[in-house]
């Protein structure tokens, strides 16, 4: 199976702040990568498909690059709504696989 | 507006199996496929398997083989997920979610809380 190897694990930020989140796969998935958010008590929520396309509905200020085996999740400006745990899913192929998630706290 | 409403929470003693269910509206059931993704208390996400409405045809996790079996009734818009021989470490939120083809998963249900204790 593909490993997703996500990080930081944590990390703590202040509103308007630019965040960076990273996954590293353990072989080439082309763009085969998305991301979720997920907030306690809720399910994860799609807002990056196919590395860098944004889910409808998803503000701009979020945004994914990457191909291959290295991806990044760009929050521009982070909002108070933003504080959640994010994580990435590799859907190349079967078995899919998520990062460990990172969990984005206020500082 | 497409919603996936999934069976409530579930006590189990070891060795039984549990049968979670989620129902589809507002898109055609047959046309995504269903996954299913499940969450231990405080952990991240780890994905199950998959059912293709259209066919029956599921795929899961080579860790899940020998337990979980993926159906569906087209006739209610509605996938299951049975596991069987649970242990405590089954203890989970398990979510029902749809894809587009095999990209994604755009659409998850609430969440079904299995607790596994004797």
């Known amino acids: 199976a593909i490993q997703v190897t996500q990080s930081p694990s944590s990390l703590s930020a202040s509103v308007g702040d630019r965040v960076t989140i990273t996954c590293r796969a353990s072989?080439?998935?082309?763009?085969?990568l998305g991301w979720y958010q997920q907030k306690p008590g809720e399910a994860p929520k799609l807002l990056i498909y196919?590395?860098?396309s944004l889910q409808t509905g998803v503000p701009s200020r979020f945004s994914g690059s990457g191909s291959g085996t290295d991806f990044t999740l760009t929050i521009s400006s982070l909002q108070p709504e933003d504080f959640a745990t994010y994580y990435c899913?590799?859907?190349?192929?079967?078995?899919?696989?998520f990062g460990q998630g990172t969990k984005v706290e206020i500082k | 507006q497409v919603q996936l409403v999934q069976s409530g929470a579930e006590v189990k003693k070891p060795g039984a199996s549990v049968k979670v269910s989620c129902k589809a509206s507002?898109?055609?059931?047959?046309?995504?496929?269903m996954h299913w993704v499940r969450q231990a208390p405080g952990q991240g996400l780890e994905w199950v398997g998959w059912?293709?409405?259209?066919?029956?045809?599921?795929n899961c996790t080579q860790k899940f083989q020998d337990r979980v079996t993926m159906t569906r009734d087209t006739s209610i818009s509605t996938a299951y997920m049975e596991l069987s021989r649970l242990t405590s470490d089954d203890t989970a939120v398990y979510y029902c979610?749809?894809?587009?083809?095999?990209?994604?998963?755009?659409?998850w249900g609430q969440g079904a809380l299995v607790t596994v204790s004797s």
């Open positions: 979610a749809r894809s587009v083809a095999h990209r994604a998963l755009d659409y």
């Open positions: 507002g898109y055609t059931f047959t046309a995504y496929y």
């Open positions: 059912i293709n409405p259209n066919s029956g045809g599921t």
């Open positions: 072989q080439g998935i082309r763009n085969d």
């Open positions: 196919a590395a860098s």
């Open positions: 899913l590799q859907d190349y192929n079967y078995p899919w696989t």
